[in-house]
């Protein structure tokens, strides 16, 4: 009997053999995850976050299951922060979901249970679990050019009324580059010259240019277009990776589609996991309704993306002197946690065999994955592996 419960081979959709696996080197270097670390190699808890858990110990609240859209209040704080205090709340509902992960889930099955193999395209390349969460909710997937922006924009330009599209709001993952403001516009003006609905992806608002700046192209879709999507995730910016802590928002034309949708949002809800996990809302709420909080997030959010920063000048000011000036250049252009090496999966198998450097082999690695002592080291890895030579560059 329980033969027939035992599935298939099937490969993992996650492969952890990405990571350090068996490789014991002391100099080993993990820029594969996307986790946010310090000068130390850690992951700490962020000081308005560990001061919010306090206060809410302190106040020992209840258990209490809440509803099935979670907690409004973070729901509150997530329209203001996202949409900006003058933005167009009265257009949006909002649901706490499971993470970023969630929101994406649970909007990929309100697109489905709506309108049942709607098209979504995504960039190419694309945040690796974009393709499987949307074809799990039954979705179709295709692809627009994302490094090229001109193709990108003739790639869409083929988007039909009923389709969505999927856009990274800030700091694209994998690739670390955005659209220019410009490609905004073209982007914004497609969308209501076509139809299409822009369903926009935010988990890394805060860690580029400034948490404003972020999601100053999210706001200005969500003055141009009628309809649209945003799946939150406050793993990053507010480094509650395990807390699972996000939120879905569908802006729409009416007060009854926006009645339908949150309905629809929440029934998804209800079959998957019916009620979203209490503690990261709690904490995010009550660093956002609190001012001293708030500017402690704010603060340390802005030394998070300046540290991020300097780690990506040193290295490409590393590049420089070695004389790869071209490859320095194309990194000097990518903003947030991602870079993308301008290196071939060979290259990024190389670069770990040889240097014990691990990204991903598509070239992404974790720009805040490194103390900025060891940029030399990456930057002699890569012009290394560039020139294939060995491991002589290494010290
Ligand atoms: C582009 C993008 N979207 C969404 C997520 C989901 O993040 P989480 O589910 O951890 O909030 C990630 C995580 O790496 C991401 O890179």
Not at 319 to 330: K, M, Q, T, Y
Request: proline share 6%; net charge negative.
């Amino acid at each position: 009997m329980l033969e027939l419960l035992l599935p298939p081979p099937v490969d993992p959709l996650w492969d952890l053999t990405e990571a350090f696996g068996a490789d014991t080197r002391p100099e080993r270097l993990n820029l594969v995850l996307g986790v946010y670390r310090d000068e130390s190699g850690g992951t700490p808890v962020m000081a308005a976050v560990r001061e919010a858990e306090i206060r809410l110990a302190e106040r020992s609240a209840s258990k209490e299951y809440r509803g099935l859209s979670g907690n409004l209040g973070f729901n509150r704080a997530m329209l203001s922060m996202v949409l900006g205090p003058d933005g167009p709340v009265e257009r949006a509902v909002a649901v706490q979901t499971v993470a970023g992960s969630g929101a994406l889930r649970l909007l990929a099955d309100l697109i489905c249970r709506t309108r049942p193999g709607t098209t979504v395209w995504i960039s190419d390349p694309a945040y690796v679990n974009h393709r499987p969460i949307l074809e799990a909710a039954g979705l179709t997937v295709r692809t627009y050019r994302w490094l090229d922006q001109d193709g990108m924009l003739d790639d869409l330009a083929r988007a039909r009324r009923d389709d969505v599209v999927l856009l990274q709001g800030c700091c694209h993952n994998p690739t670390g580059v955005d659209p220019t403001p410009d490609a905004w516009e073209a982007l914004a003006g497609l969308a209501v010259r076509d139809g299409w609905v822009p369903f926009v992806d935010l988990a890394y608002h805060g860690l580029g240019d400034g948490l404003e700046a972020d999601l100053a192209a999210t706001r200005k879709l969500a003055e141009r277009v009628p309809e649209m999507l945003l799946a939150i995730s406050c793993s990053k910016n507010f480094g509650l990776y395990s807390d699972r802590t996000g939120c879905a928002v569908v802006l729409g034309a009416s007060r009854e589609s926006l009645r339908h949708a949150e309905t629809a949002l929440q029934n998804a809800a209800r079959t998957q996991y019916s009620m979203p996990p209490e503690h990261g809302a709690a904490v995010v709420t009550a660093i956002w309704e609190d001012p001293g909080l708030q500017a402690s997030w704010r603060s340390e959010l802005d030394a998070m993306r300046e540290r991020i920063s300097a780690n990506r000048r040193a290295l490409v000011e590393q590049l420089c002197a070695l004389g790869r000036d071209a490859e320095a250049a194309s990194l000097a252009r990518q903003k947030g946690m991602f870079s993308m090496l301008p290196l071939s999966p060979e290259q990024m198998l190389r670069l770990r065999g040889t240097f014990a450097i691990y990204g991903t082999t598509a070239g992404r690695v974790n720009i805040a994955g490194i103390g900025l002592e060891r940029i030399p080291c990456l930057a002699r890895g890569i012009a290394g592996v560039l020139e294939d030579r060995g491991a002589a560059l290494v010290r």
